[in-house]
């Protein structure tokens, strides 16, 4: 068999019996793809032992619970579960979709797995599990297809993973350098020693984890103060909104639209010390959505609420209680409203509602609408919600009607999010005059991250336009190329 290439014969490798050509071997599958993922191995310590001499049945009956609530607590979070072996199980995150926050979502995975066996152990206490678990961050070729016969996931990154599995503390989590360096500011770590493991020729430095410093979506960790340098328009529009919002009393939605990393959030800290700096006392509540999780639609909203009461993750349900009921007599004064008001509340601070029929969706929005509108009525307030692309419809009709409905509150509501916000919502803030939009295209005062040297804009990415039906400005869109000629990972 020949083809021609340059004008050159060129001959290709022949089985003789069938002249079929020979697959070349080095070549990755047209199945398979380079990825970054994270990989989390979690294995139940000293099993082995016991079912050594165990009925089968017996053994499976100790196996189910446990994979069960592994699988839930993965799944719970965005991950995917890639391997139930015996007492071991494997789940990667970043497969299929890669997610920004994947090394987060599966150190929190670790912490929640650990939880979820101190609960099985406290229900079935004859179980006495005991787990160690091991997280790892790298590149792997991740198959695309399933059912093959070849491996879901491959690469050093999960042989590290396990290695580091079989060196953590019982009921431990401990991370390699990659997962920790992605994660520090949002988790409490020890440095322990580098141990040697198999398979590697220097001492692997890791990390046991502690415990998360917030909850998911809260960063508490501010970078140094620096200068913002190619974003003065768009600081004074969010100033002028503000004047807006508390000199005219007209409630304002500003929606600031841009793609990953481009400055949304540093914006918003900019404009917190412009804020701050204000002689007039101003709150600033704040929330985020979610991409993953059952309880994601509202967790955002919820955030905000416990901002105003002032409730803390480690509060018990009393005090989560009386706080909320504080907050909701400091702004209802009549007693039958804010009894209505704490029922349709306690929901979002994560209170039970035991005899109480639950309310409607409708009327839930209602009161919600009804506390924030009292809550400003009283003093100016700022509601900031971020990653406002992964709301779903629900809160994103709240959100967008809660500014109309305000009257003369002092209120401001500023959401970010990215532009696939229009596409999930073309009409978003259409025809509603208290509605505007700020656009962050990437900064020309500085490269792009991946490039060095400086490269084309167009040798790396596809750029696009949506238009945006609050204000007409077009939201800048990169599309990341497979093969970006200055980054090994495709894309800038």
């Known amino acids: 068999m020949l083809e021609l290439w340059a004008g050159q014969p060129l001959r290709v490798p022949v089985l003789r019996a069938c002249g079929s050509p020979l697959v070349d071997a080095t070549r990755p599958p047209a199945g398979e793809e380079r990825k970054v993922v994270t990989v989390l191995f979690c294995d139940l310590v000293g099993f082995t032992a016991r079912s050594d001499r165990a009925d089968p049945e017996d053994v499976g009956a100790m196996l189910r619970p446990f994979h069960a609530r592994l699988r839930a607590e993965i799944e719970r979070i965005g991950g995917t579960l890639d391997k139930l072996i015996g007492d071991a199980v494997m789940a990667v995150f970043g497969v299929p979709a890669v997610h920004e926050d994947d090394p987060e979502r599966a150190v929190r995975c670790g912490l929640r797995m650990l939880e979820a066996i101190a609960e099985l152990n406290q229900a079935h206490p004859a179980l006495e599990l005991a787990v160690r678990i091991g997280v790892n961050t790298g590149e792997a070729l991740v198959a695309l297809e399933r059912g093959t016969g070849s491996e879901g996931v491959v690469g050093d990154v999960v042989n590290t993973a396990a290695r580091l599995q079989g060196v953590a503390p019982v009921n431990g989590v401990v991370v390699g350098e990659a997962t920790w360096r992605a994660t520090q500011a949002l988790f409490e770590y020890e440095q322990l020693a580098p141990v040697q493991v198999k398979g590697k020729a220097q001492p692997v430095p890791i990390w046991r984890v502690l415990g998360a410093r917030s909850r998911p ?274 894309g800038c």
């Open 217 to 490: 979506g809260v960063d508490l960790a501010e970078r140094p103060p620096t200068p913002l340098i190619g974003r003065g328009e768009e600081l004074a529009a969010l100033r002028r909104h503000y004047r807006q919002a508390f000199t005219e009393h007209a409630a304002r939605l500003v929606t600031v639209l841009g793609e990953p990393g481009v400055g949304k959030s540093r914006l918003l800290r900019e404009f917190a010390g412009f804020v701050d700096a204000q002689p007039e006392l101003v709150a600033w509540r704040r929330g985020h959505c979610l991409s993953y999780g059952q309880a994601a639609g509202f967790w955002a909203l919820g955030e905000i609420i416990k901002g105003q009461a002032g409730i803390l993750d480690s509060d018990d349900p009393l005090e989560v209680a009386a706080k909320l009921d504080a907050a909701v007599r400091a702004v209802a004064g009549d007693a039958a409203e804010r009894e209505w008001l704490k029922a349709r509340l306690a929901p979002l601070v994560g209170l039970g509602t035991a005899g109480e029929a639950p309310a409607g969706r409708d009327e839930s929005l209602t009161a919600w609408r009804r506390f924030l509108h009292l809550v400003a009525g009283q003093s100016p307030l700022i509601l900031v919600i971020e990653d406002l692309h992964w709301a779903d419809p629900a809160l994103l009709e709240f959100v967008e009607q809660l500014p109309e409905q305000g009257g003369a509150a002092d209120l401001l509501v500023v959401v970010t999010a990215r532009p696939e916000l229009l596409d999930r919502h073309p009409g978003w803030g259409a025809g509603r005059p208290h509605a505007t939009a700020i656009s962050l295209a990437p900064s020309t005062t500085s490269r792009p991250r991946c490039c060095s040297p400086p490269c084309s804009a167009s040798r790396c990415c596809r750029r696009r336009s949506s238009r945006c039906s609050l204000s007409g400005l077009a939201a800048t869109r990169c599309t990341p190329r497979s093969s970006c000629a200055c980054s090994p990972t495709g």
